[in-house]
């Protein structure tokens, strides 16, 4: 199913949201206002046969019962979230209304997934420095957490794990995104897989003959960003594939977790990968630097600009596959979308700043206070009685 | 002191004092909004008045006298493109404003708090909140840029 568009009504604290994908599509706004509920459901009515093969191969029955498939699909308690009577919960995909208890009836289960969803607390597939298997986690754990997880060991165990070098890697990433991630995310160290005892781990070296460093010594960052670097990989296949397998969406919750904005930077050069690919992209966040390379890539497609100019925010060499990736994604369609406190969503793709819009104009908040802030300095400045003027 | 005073005291412009927003063009005046244009008293485009005096100085646009509480304040305006490119020639203005306040123009330097705003012409706005460039239009006391001013 090629979904242009999903709505969600009175799900959990959604009302409406009603987004239409672009190539790129970035959800914004406050905590709790239904961001991951949304690009869960996305998951689900995408990936619905996928979900349910997974959930049983794993020994985990619902009883085709749809509060009992919320629980182990969100985590447990979430079955709260859908509500029945006159005011209903409903999906919406392409404007046409599905029955949800579909979503609990055993379908024809599929091997295939369609959407590869990267969780926020994707860290959590991580114990020990090597990834957890799917019946590791307990109920109460979404599936999402649990799938991107299983998936993280079986790229360790079928693909990468027999390699000890996993940091740099020739065959997946592209010089210039080794050169930079080296740079501002590993600092020069390599991402290795050791052996301690019989156990395999992944650890950091500096060199092959330095001593290891475990995951629990690793920084909070390096923490974050290695199980979203496993993602990546299985994502960005080697030899001379471009997608891996049936996958046509990447939902990354969050891609700036724990991370600086130099490192947010290449993890967004990443995403321009991923797009070039012919990957459609969500994800969700809480910074504005993501905003930034969004109102950039808008502003050089309203322009006409050339599409290097979008290499020059990321600060890369201007190679010529780097100039095939900016000018591919300078094609692609971008939508950013406001959840607000209320429970409903807004279009914000055009990110005017001077938008009498609030939301608009504040990119969903993420740049409202940085503005609240400028407006206090310079009230400041100016008082008492002019003292800016001395500068 | 009200506006018109300050401005009629002050020999350089004295004779470019217009009621209400008069002094500003048309699509410039259409873009400063006040809940009650009654307390917008009156304006005057130092830019023009000053253009022969000092042809070649980064002039400063427009002066606006605004009601605000029991007295009027001197709202300062200037109309220009919002990209980053254009943050150095802001900077010089606002200097040249606040000199000229500060040396020629004491009467409405006095009414003269906190307001110093910049105002996009038409071209869309490239200056973010949270970018470098915003921080340092506040940290001289620069607002904006913005599409419309709300004055209150």
């Given at each position: 199913m090629n979904i242009t568009s999903l709505k969600l009504e009175r799900i959990g604290q959604i009302q409406t949201a009603d987004i239409s994908f672009g190539d790129l599509t970035v959800l914004v706004g406050p905590q709790a206002t239904g961001k991951s509920i949304f690009l869960q459901f996305l998951k689900l009515v995408a990936d619905t046969g996928y979900v349910h093969d997974q959930l049983r191969k794993h020994g985990i029955d619902w009883k085709r019962s749809l509060p009992e498939f919320l629980d182990v699909y969100l985590g447990e308690g979430m079955r709260e979230l859908w509500h029945n009577g006159e005011q209903a919960s409903t999906i919406t995909v392409n404007n046409e209304p599905i029955d949800a208890t579909d979503l609990a009836r055993p379908l024809r289960r599929s091997k295939k997934a369609l959407v590869f969803y990267i969780p926020a607390q994707r860290v959590l597939s991580l114990a020990n420095g090597w990834p957890r298997p799917f019946t590791a986690f307990s109920s109460e754990d979404p599936f999402s957490v649990r799938d991107f997880s299983e998936t993280f060991r079986i790229l360790m165990e079928q693909e990468l794990g027999r390699t000890d070098a996993l940091f740099p890697k020739t065959n997946r990433l592209k010089k210039e995104y080794r050169d930079l991630l080296s740079q501002h995310v590993f600092g020069g160290f390599g991402l290795r897989v050791d052996r301690h005892g019989s156990q395999k781990r992944l650890v950091l070296r500096h060199t092959d003959t330095s001593k290891p460093i475990p995951y629990m010594a690793w920084s909070a960052g390096q923490r974050e960003f290695v199980p979203l670097l496993m993602g990546l990989y299985w994502l960005l296949p080697p030899a001379k594939v471009k997608r891996r397998g049936e996958i046509e969406w990447v939902v990354i919750e969050e891609p700036e977790m724990g991370l600086h904005p130099n490192a947010i930077s290449v993890v967004l050069l990443l995403v321009m990968e991923l797009l070039w690919r012919g990957y459609r992209v969500c994800l969700s966040t809480h910074s504005p630097h993501v905003l930034d390379v969004v109102w950039a890539l808008r502003t050089i497609q309203q322009r006409n600009a050339d599409s290097t100019r979008l290499l020059d925010v990321f600060e890369v060499v201007k190679t010529e596959p780097m100039k095939r990736v900016a000018n591919d994604v300078c094609k692609k369609k971008v939508r950013v979308y406001y959840f607000d406190r209320d429970g409903w969503t807004k279009d914000i793709s055009n990110l005017d700043p001077g938008s009498q819009d609030a939301s608009e104009a504040g990119w969903g908040g993420l740049s409202e206070f940085s503005g609240r802030v400028n407006d206090v300095v310079a009230s400041v400045v100016n008082h008492p009685q002019l003292p800016g003027f001395d500068q | 002191m009200t506006f018109r005073l300050a401005v009629e005291s002050t020999p350089s412009v004295a004779a470019f004092y217009r009621p209400g927003l008069q002094a500003l063009s048309k699509h410039d005046a259409q873009r400063i909004h006040c809940a009650n244009s009654r307390r917008l008293t009156g304006s005057v485009n130092v830019d023009v008045a000053l253009r022969a005096a000092q042809p070649h100085a980064k002039r400063w646009d427009y002066g606006i006298g605004l009601r605000r509480g029991n007295g009027e304040v001197a709202v300062w305006v200037e109309v220009h493109p919002a990209s980053s490119t254009s943050i150095a020639v802001m900077l010089d203005k606002l200097r040249w404003l606040k000199n000229w306040l500060q040396t020629q123009a004491p009467a409405l330097h006095k009414l003269t708090q906190d307001d110093f705003y910049w105002l996009s012409t038409?071209?869309?706005?490239?200056?973010?909140?949270?970018s470098k460039h915003a921080k340092r239009l506040a940290s001289v006391g620069l607002r904006g840029p913005l599409r419309v001013l709300a004055l209150k």
């Open positions: - | 038409g071209a869309p706005i490239a200056i973010t909140a949270n």
